[in-house]
Structure formats: C-alpha cells, structure tokens
C-alpha cells in the first residue's frame, strides 16, 4: 500500500497564482446555452455559490448539466426553479427536476456510472464547455475534490474551460481520502492495477492545464445531503431475511470463505441493509465495502472494525453523518478510500474482487427483472446510477425491496413496466417477506419461487391466478400480454 | 507476444497411459440423474459419440446437460428424443430442445456467457458430476481443446470425473490455436494480463488431475456446425447502413483513431454484417476481431489482410468454412487465438480495447431497449449467449436488425415484451431502413428518431399514433400500458 504517502501536504485553501473571482463574475463567464461538467455524486461535493448566481441572474439560460451523480438544492432545485436547465445527466434526487423531466420539459437519460465519464469523454453524451467543480483546495494545474469524486477528473480533462469553487465548509482534512487514478482511452486502457480493496493507485490531487482555469471562487456554503429514513419494521425484516441468507453463504460459496467485499445501494433501503454486517457472524473474515457510496450506516461498523476499509465514490452522509466524520476525520481516514466512478463502480473491480452487492428497486418481477428507475413504467424517479454497475459483474447480485409499496401496491409482479436489470443480472430477491435464491432456477421455477418467498401474502393469489393463466400461452417464460399489466 | 512458442508440439493423440474406453462404456459411467459438463460452443467442439450412445442405451436418463454455448444434434436432438434431458444451460440453438423447453418439460435458463464459468464453480447454478469433453489429443494430466473452448477449462476442473472425446475428424493443427489462460477466482483474481487482441497469455493446453480421467473414447465424427442464410438485399441494405456509420465515426471518436477491434454477434445477421469491414476504408488503421465466435465471413477478411487477427472462444464456421480453414491451417494459424469464454467475453477485456459490438436481436423498442431471446415475450429462441457481455461493456454497442420479420411484423416496436439489453445498453440500431444513433439522447428524443430512421415506412403512422397517446400519460418515457403490446 502506498496509503497517504502523497496525500495529506496541502495546507493553504488556495495556492500559487490563481484567478479569485466573485460567484456573479464566475457564472457571467458561463454561456447562456453551455454544456457544464458538474462536480457532485450522491447529494454531496458539487458546487454551490455559482449555481446559485446563475440562478439569481435573470438570464435567459438553457443549460446542459452533467453531473457525477445525484447534486443539491442548488443545482436540481434552484437552477430548475429558474428555468435554466435544458438538459440534464445521469442521474437526479430532486422533486423540482424530477417533475419538469417527467412532464417532458428537461431532456434527461439516466445512465449507468461506471461508463459515464468514458461517454463524456469520446460517447457523444456531451461536449463540455465548462467544468464547475467543488474542492478542498486548489493551485496552479491541481486541484482536490471535496466530499465526493464522481467524474471529476474527466470532466476537468473533457471541459475547454475550468471554474473551481473552493469550500471553506468542506475540511481540508478530506485530501487524505482521495485516490484519483486516471484510466487511458481504449485501446490503449491498461488493467486497473488494484489489488486491494482499500490500496491507493493514484494521485490525491487532479491535475490540469493551468491555463484552463478561468476563476476561482471562494464560498462557505455546507452540502445539503440526503437525509435517511429510519429503518423501520419492514426493513429490519428484509435485513434479517438478507443476513440469514449471507450467514449460509458464507458457509458455502467459495469466494467468501477468507474476505468478504460488501456494496450497498444509495438511500434509506441500503443504509439500513448495512445492518446485516453487524449480524451476520462473518468468523475470521475481513469485511471490506467496495461500493459507489459511503452512507451513515457504515461509519459505526468502520469505527468498531467490523469493516476493515470503506471505499467509495461518494461520501453520501447525512448532516449528522458528514459531523461525526468531519470531527473524526483523522481517525476514519486510513480506512476511507475516494475513487473516480470509473474505478469505483467499474466492471473490472466489481468483477475481481467478487462483490457481493444489494441493491434496492422500486418492483421485481417473478422472473427476476427488475425496475428501478420508473413508476408505471413512465415516471422516472432518479435514474439507474450505479446499481447496474454492481448488479451487472457481481459474483452475487441481491435485489432488497418490501413487498408492497405504503399504501399497499404490490412490489411483486408479474412483470414489471420497465427492465433496468434482466433476469440473467439478478441472484437473489429478498423482501420483508422472504428470500428467493433464483440462481440455477428456470423461469417457471423462479416465478413459483418468488411468489411463495417473497410476494406479499395478500398477493399471491391473484399472481399465481396468472400464472396460470400464463402457463395456457406456454413458453419457457409464461405470460399473457393482455393482463400482464393488468393482472389485480 | 509468446505467440506459439509452447504450441505445436503434439503429435499424438493419444499420449501416455490413459485408459481407452468404447463410447457405450463412458456412457455407462454416467449416472441417470448425473450433471454433465460438455465442451462445445457456436455449435462446434462438442461430445458427439458418448452422447450418441447414452441417446441409444435405452436408458431413463433425467440429465442436467451444461455447454460452454450452442452444441450439435448429437446432444440437444438426439439425447433430447430419447427424453434424456431434464435441465439444460445456458444456451441451444437446435428446434427439438427448443420446443421441449416451450412446453416447459425441460428447465432451461440463458445465461450470460462470460460468467457462466464462474457460476458453475461458486454461483450454484450447477455441481457437475462428469466433464465430457472433446479433444484433439489427450495426455496424462492435460487435454488440447478442438474447435471451441468456451467454458472447458473450468468444467475440466469443477467437474468429480472426466470422460474425453478424442475426435479424429478435427485435426490436430489445432492445437496452435488455444490460449487457455484461467482465471483465478475472487477476492483474489488477477487482472487478465493482455495487451495486445492477438497476444497469447497462458497454455495451449488444459491440465487436470490425472486421477480424474475415468475414460477416453475415440472417434471421427465431424461437427455438425451452424449454416449460413446467404445475405439477401435486406442484410446488405442493412451493412450499407453500418458502413456508413462507421465511416463517420472512424473520423470522430477517438478510441478508433488508431485502431479499430470489433464484434459481431453469432448468426447470418452477423455473419453478413462482417462485410462491413470490406466497404468502410479503415485508411491506415490496423482492424482486430475480438469476439465471442468467429464466422465464415472472417476468413477472406484474415486472408487478405484486412483483419490482422481474430480471437473468439469458437469457430463457429459453416461445415464450409470449416474446410477452409481446415485445408489452410498453417497459414491462418498465426491470426487466430481461440480462448476461454471467461477470457473472450470478459467485462474486462470488451472495456479495456474499446470493441465496437455488432449484434443482431429479434425486436427493439422505440426507447432502445432489446429483446434478443423470447417470441412474443414468451417463448425462448436460443438464448441470451455473449450478446450483453458486448453491449454491456462496449463503448459502443450497435444492434443490427431488419425492420419487420419475413413475414411482416414490425420489429420496431413501442415496448418489448422482453428485455434482455436495457436503454442504458444500446447506443445505435440500425435496420434496413436507416440508424439511430441514441447517443445523448432523452427517451422521446430517442422514440421520434427510432421511428423516423429505423421503423419500416408502413409501420410509422401506428408508431406515432402509439406515442401520440403514450404522451398524454406523460413521464419522462411515455407509455400507455393498456395498448403498449397491443397498438397496431
């Protein structure tokens, strides 16, 4: 490990000879229909004072915006609010864009992680004009992200010009996490040489061409991040179901047997899915998390070494969680690592490492296919993220979800409205209902499996009235379109 | 590169002291209810003779049979007449194991290719009893592959006993061809170190533990391999179109500045879509295969230089092209690498040289979501094969398809009835009629340019008229559930 041998040296918010600009003289530089390369994964890390300026400008604005991942208030409500986005990348968290998407009024594609600095870079997913980053501390050619990493990187490389917001409210204590290894462009893409969960390959800084660099921008503003849900009995439920079933995977599955490598999905479902690391008796073994997000629930099990490393794209902490990390910052540090997306989330380390990853959904189907991205099939919540990414070349890929929505709509279908993840991508669905191990079943055994273990007891008839219904149509995958949808 | 250097250097066939048994013996050995192993894949490569007599020994045989891809009649019609068959993975390409698996007398799940090794040795899909493989000479300890590789070398290994298929029908030539790097299993799984498309990196044989080798049988029975549909004007309207493209984005996209490594999907789509490669001028940039099989249609394009090399876990040639290369060994030898599946089709391998993937599906939906596996939804045709192991991982995944089926039916359709590559998958479909490139764009971004460039002409007006009303449900991917299957 060469772990904090080059991190760690940066005392000074801002270094050399930089341009400092006020935020107002920031976005004037941004045009009206510019393509912006933002900072910010899982609602933390993104810059705020210049957003919140073009906001204020009363400019006439139809912005592209590209994002890491999921960004604030300042950005997906505020810009949104001043009818300045046009056009959004991958991935939202916010009722206000969330609604003008829906209505067809922002052209937005949610698109899987892993790819999408590649797709920036050479996919003609967007030309960056500008790249408006968040960071601890900025010099001439570097600069070190904040609270998240994301794409930064390639957006700085992409972007013809540079705007840097540093933050005094983010600690500079933060520049020891970050391990900031860049990938070459195919064909020429060497193997990402991580041997170690928790190894650092890269950098601490992001360098750049200083002559990029049109302003820097000074602010104080703190994220404003997700806030969790606390677990209640239906998530406990699931947990418990989850963690019975690890407790006998580990006895069996031969790539646990000496290290376990754990991810769990964005929000309240995965936070709480944390628990099962407290539960489950993993013996001897390690526990690393290799995931696209550090959420709340893992800074306890890091402080009480139950979870050798932590690495991640993103600290998505609540409020409460970014106080107990900033104030402990040294304490945590040796066990946290920050990554590009491309690493993080990246079918290689995903694949080498054998992640056991659970990921939350909004339906599954007794097949096995899962929707996590629209209601109805229509209405898209967040997007897809990195769920794909994890679900895609895990070893062992677990879906979490209850059983019925709140207000009692069944999350077990006969076949859900949308795909984001096929039924080849999923292992195991679990609910607070039961456990369904569908790896090596047909889909007629998958469906009879999945409605016994996992549907909602007050589901089941009506889903095996399908399927007999289904089974008249015949084929390896019984269905019968006309009630498919329509099946209560 | 170590290309050759320990290949080459069998003689025999036979070698050493291993015990020769006749077919009807091996099949003697093999358990009624037993989990069969079996080399094979694009149709070549597979167990024929033991096969053959297990199909002849009237016995009541429940088998789980477990190829690397596709095999010949000798397994998925003969065993399957003789009711033999009771669960079959990941893949068949033959109507007598088809129409069982319809009916749901055989349990049948596609899986992806480039894990399926995996799955067999810690995923649970199967615990193999006996690996049945063929071979173009056996050894003491080691075994040299014939036409396929696909998933042998980890069926030799998980596999309790080993019965070898020495076919004297392929020739002992091919033995240069093989690449057999294996992959160790996570946490600790090495990066696969190649650098090169046509580099060779581990034996060109298999070893095992020679107390496994229960029996070695002979014969000389060739492959029955796949036959080609010539391409008809559909197919080459369809290439033109490609061609087209591909022109365009040699001089835009990066990644193809210098060189170009491509992938087309098994099949006569594919086949025909290798003649791409002959009308788009590459100018001086090198052009690598690197797939999952290679077709006829790469053997000229090897044989005049226009492909520097070709690597795929199977030569998946028409008995035609089999003779071709057969007659030619020598020469197209140095070009060619056959390699594990793991290794061919690998998330890692796909991302790392930047391969544009080529292949073919059976409907695509106005969004860009694929179904390349169930009629109607319902019932399987082949199976998912190597297909997303490309799109997944591609930076640029093409789907090639014609607009409407033979007999007229819009392949271009508002909503698949099942999804095997998402919207998040596919960045260009090209049918007879034009291409879409998806790239950036928003969901009814991508339906407006889907209808106008890719749908049949006869076809667009129902489309329409489907997203005209979709829209009033609104969404950020309007559909109208109740006429989505049903809206011409």
Known sequence: MTRGTTRGTVTERVNGDVPLWSAGEAAGRIDADATVGVSGFGSVGYPKAVPLALADAERDLSLTVVSGGSVGEEIDTALVEADAIERRYPFQARPEIRELINEGRVAFHDRHISSLGDEVAYGRLADLDVALIEAVAVGEGWLVPSTSVGHTPTYVEQADELLVEVNDAQPLGLQVLHDLYRREAPPDREPIPLTRPDERIGPGRTRFDPSKLVGVVRTDRP???????????????????????????????????????????????????VEVIDTVDFGDRAVHYLGEVLQDGLLDLLAAGQVESASATSLALSADGQDRLFENLDAYAPDIVLRPASVSNS????????????????????????????????????????????????????????????????????????????EHDVDVIVTEQGLADLRGLSPRERAERMVAACAHPDDRDDLRAYLDRAGRTGGNLPHDLDFAFDWR
Not at 250 to 271: C, K, M, T, W, Y
Not at 364 to 383: A, F, I, K, P, W
Request: overall charge negative.
């Open 347 to 422: 079918a290689e380390v995903v694949d080498r490492f054998g992640v056991v990853g659970v990921n939350s959904a909004l339906s599954v189907d007794v097949y096995g296919n899962v929707n996590s991205t629209h209601l109805g099939g229509t209405h898209v919540v967040n997007g897809i993220g990195g769920s794909a990414d994890f679900s895609r070349n895990c070893p062992l890929a677990i879906v979490a979800l209850p059983s019925r929505t709140d207000g009692g709509t069944p999350r077990v279908v006969p076949m859900v409205t949308h795909v984001d993840h096929t």
């Open 223 to 273: 994220d404003t991040p997700y806030s969790f849900r606390a677990p209640g009995e239906t998530e406990r439920a699931i947990s418990d179901n989850l963690a019975a079933f690890l407790a006998e995977e580990l006895d069996r599955n031969p790539i646990l047997a000496e290290r376990v490598h754990l991810q769990f999905g964005v929000g309240s479902i995965g936070n709480a899915m």
